[in-house]
Structure formats: structure tokens, C-alpha cells
């Protein structure tokens, strides 16, 4: 993968999350599992509920009451997968980065102007890092972004899905969006199990 450390993206991350309905509520992760069906795994999803559709038939089905998570799971780069909740919450235990594996998870919720979890939580083989801006491993990617109450809500989480996009590779852009992925159901019980 080229060095990414100071890429930035082509249009504004924000804007495009706003454009395709999921900036009011946004809740994502992004794995280094490249095959959708490892990474669903990872999430506890039913492999049994897999329906391949596109973020409009994503929307469709999480509006239809689903009592379980919904989470939308595909192909984000060559290297990661990125799981979008649809409909309930991102929730997994810390295992599921276990073997090396590395989650970064992210949520805000523009409309009311909150942000979970200071921005950005980093999972590396089974265990919570820390908050992914301030780890050193990604020093060299942050140091051009700003993030926190001075720059302004939006400046942050603009600044963080840049920071997600130079570690993964990939930025959210046009084709991101209607690339297809997987919806699955996460079973209510999935991490008591």
C-alpha cells in the first residue's frame, strides 16, 4: 500500500456522509479482514442472514423494524472491511480483533452534535488500545488533522474519517457508496453466547 500518511481525500468526508443519508447517524468499523464473510464472523453476524444489496436496500430493510443489529459489511480496500450499522449499534467485545487483528470503530451523531468515545477506539488482537488519534503507531498520520472542541464538531469527525482513510487506504468517496456489501442480522445474544 503507498504511503498514505498524508493523503487526503478527493471531496469532503462529511459532505458525502451527509449526501447519502448517513451523517445523522453514523456508526462504522473497519477491519483488517479483507473477505466480507471473515469479517462478518468476527461481528458474530448470522451467516444465514446475508442479503447482498446496496446502501439504498441497506436503508429499505433496516427501516422495516428489525429487532437485531443490522449491519451493512463489504469490501472498504484491498486490505480492510468496513461494517456500517444500519439499524441498532456497533457492539462487540474486544475478542473480535483477536489473532492480530486490528478494529478501528467510530460513531457521531451530527444532529445533536455528539461524538463517541473521544472520536475513534483502536482494537488490536483481542485487547482496547486506546483512543486512535493519540497512539504513536499513527502518529505520522494525524499530524496535519484537527480534532477536539476548538477545531469544531464538524472539523473533527471530518479529520477522523481522514485519519481512518490514510490507515485503510481508502477514502469515502462516490464508488464507496454504491459499491454493494452484505446486510446482516446480529442476534440480540450474539457476544452472551
Not at 146 to 164: H, K, M, N, P, Y
Not at 185 to 190: E, H, K, L, V, Y
Request: charged share 25%; net charge negative; aromatic share 12%.
Amino acid at each position: 500500500m503507498p504511503n498514505m500518511s498524508r493523503a487526503m481525500p478527493a471531496e469532503s468526508q462529511w459532505n458525502l456522509l451527509e449526501e447519502y443519508g448517513l451523517n445523522s447517524w453514523f456508526d462504522v468499523a473497519w477491519i483488517d479482514v479483507p473477505d466480507t464473510g471473515r469479517a462478518a464472523a468476527c461481528f458474530r453476524a448470522d451467516p444465514d442472514s446475508a442479503i447482498p444489496c446496496d446502501l439504498d436496500k441497506a436503508f429499505a430493510r433496516a427501516g422495516e423494524g428489525a429487532q437485531d443489529n443490522l449491519l451493512w459489511i463489504g469490501t472498504h480496500s484491498s486490505d480492510w472491511s468496513v461494517a456500517v450499522t444500519m439499524s441498532g449499534s456497533l457492539s462487540f467485545e474486544k475478542e473480535a480483533s483477536a489473532s492480530g487483528r486490528r478494529i478501528f470503530t467510530h460513531k457521531h451523531m451530527a444532529d445533536i452534535y455528539e461524538l463517541s468515545n473521544e472520536g475513534m477506539l483502536y482494537y488490536f488482537d483481542g485487547k482496547l488500545i486506546g483512543t486512535l488519534g493519540v497512539i504513536e503507531e499513527f502518529q505520522e498520520c494525524t499530524r496535519d488533522l484537527c480534532v477536539g472542541w476548538d477545531a469544531g464538531f464538524r472539523q473533527t469527525v471530518e479529520s477522523l474519517l481522514i485519519l481512518a482513510g490514510r490507515i485503510t487506504g481508502r477514502f469515502l468517496d462516490r464508488g464507496w457508496f454504491a459499491t454493494p456489501r452484505v446486510l446482516y442480522r446480529i442476534p440480540g445474544d450474539a457476544w452472551s453466547r
